[in-house]
């Protein structure tokens, strides 16, 4: 149902019914609008608020809003794109990388390629044979998403989701011959907010950051933000220019600008001057299937990303007397989830054999973490209160609650 009218006026809220809602979301293009919009639900009686705020300087005073304002949860899609970059970053073998249990957990895809060790080997053997403990919990091949058993042997193309201590994951990856070498300088094409986060963050961690900028005021303001990074005021579409400022000499390539189709084409230039890592931002994520079949894996989608921690919040909601998710995201092209719960003593299942229990079909438990111990799940082992459980299952299972893994 639509309303039109100021979202901060009390009176077009309390025709949209904020007095009786249990959620407001403000996403406005302006930070103040929303956090207004968010004071006056929590007046009318709106029982939780999120509020989309972007602003830099804000960033610093959330715990200090979230306490004075009652406001329930406040996103910003420029840092937490900058921060999924930065994990991407420091795991190059990996085209994506998520976390579980306060990162103890990492959660990576990785694509299959021609003559990859893993193609036509089963998942039951992956343990034994690189003497590793790794879980394959999810694969995409083509449009068709699976949730693997140990006889499942990867193919060339595939992309797989594999659960790990981040100690485990590197590992894995340098006895299978492909890790790749570490990130010590990176180009950044676009002086957004994302990049003035990313270039933060990288030069924080002793990371060499060149970053390109058109905008001449813009590019004046981030040089003098950011001390320790090297701001070109120039085009980022100009192959020259980037060839001229070293492009072939960074071992990652991240484009930021606010045009899709500019990114995707700086990107595919950056891949002919054999850059080792080629991330690629797109708010049109209808997009990632194409950009996946023209070579690039590495594609960021702030709205994605922001869109995955509202659900997770709003799943939260609808089960806080029971087994809660603690996070939650979305992989396989949304078509799967890896969600983490808290056992609560609510669960009926508290101390039962994981083989006594009728699990749903199309799902996975990957992971439990005890007082920092992970466990991967075998018959004879338990969820006892206070476990961090990883399941990993289709995304029409819809899972809310711990509860709601067996069938």
Do not use: W
């Amino acid at each position: 149902m639509g309303i039109a009218g100021n979202g901060a006026s009390n009176s077009v809220q309390l025709d949209a019914g904020a007095a009786n809602a249990d959620l407001l979301i403000a996403v406005t293009a302006q930070d103040e609008l929303n956090i207004m919009c968010c004071l006056v639900a929590r007046k009318l009686g709106t029982k939780h608020t999120i509020a989309r705020v972007r602003n830099p300087e804000y960033a610093e005073q959330i715990s200090f809003m979230r306490r004075e304002f009652g406001l329930s949860m406040a996103v910003n899609p420029e840092y937490d794109a900058a921060h999924e970059i930065l994990r991407i970053i420091q795991f190059p073998a990996a085209i994506k990388v998520d976390t579980f249990a306060k990162g103890r957990i990492d959660l990576v895809e990785v694509k299959i390629d021609e003559g990859h060790p893993l193609c036509g080997r089963r998942l039951s053997e992956l343990t034994s044979v690189y003497n590793v403990n790794i879980l394959v919990c999810a694969v995409r091949r083509g449009d068709e998403v699976i949730i693997p058993s140990g006889d499942f042997m990867p193919e060339e193309n595939d992309i797989i989701h594999i659960t790990a201590p981040h100690s485990e994951l590197a590992a894995f990856f340098k006895k299978l011959g492909i890790a790749e070498k570490r990130i010590r300088t990176v180009m950044i094409i676009g002086g957004g907010k994302i990049a003035f986060f990313l270039a933060r963050m990288l030069a924080s961690i002793g990371i060499e950051v060149k970053l390109v900028e058109s905008d001449r005021e813009r590019a004046e303001t981030l040089s003098d933000q950011l001390e320790h990074v090297m701001v070109i005021n120039g085009d980022g579409t100009d192959s020259d220019l980037l060839i001229e400022e070293g492009i072939d000499r960074v071992d990652a390539t991240v484009t930021l600008t606010g045009i899709d189709e500019e990114n995707i084409i700086i990107s595919m230039f950056a891949g002919t001057r054999s850059v080792d890592k080629v991330i690629t931002k797109v708010n049109r994520f209808d997009m990632v299937k194409m950009l996946t079949s023209i070579g690039l894996d590495c594609i960021v989608s702030p709205k994605n990303i922001i869109a995955n921690n509202i659900l997770r919040y709003v799943r939260g909601l609808e089960n806080s007397a029971g087994s809660s998710i603690q996070t939650l995201y979305k992989i396989v092209d949304g078509k799967a989830e890896a969600l983490e719960f808290i056992a609560a003593d609510s669960f009926d299942f508290l101390g039962v054999p994981i083989k006594d229990m009728r699990l749903k079909k199309n799902l996975l438990l990957a992971c439990i973490i005890r007082g920092g111990k992970i466990i991967y799940p075998h018959g004879s082992d338990t969820i006892e209160l206070g476990d961090s459980v990883i399941v990993v299952a289709k995304s029409d299972e819809a899972l809310r609650d711990l509860e709601d893994i067996i069938d």
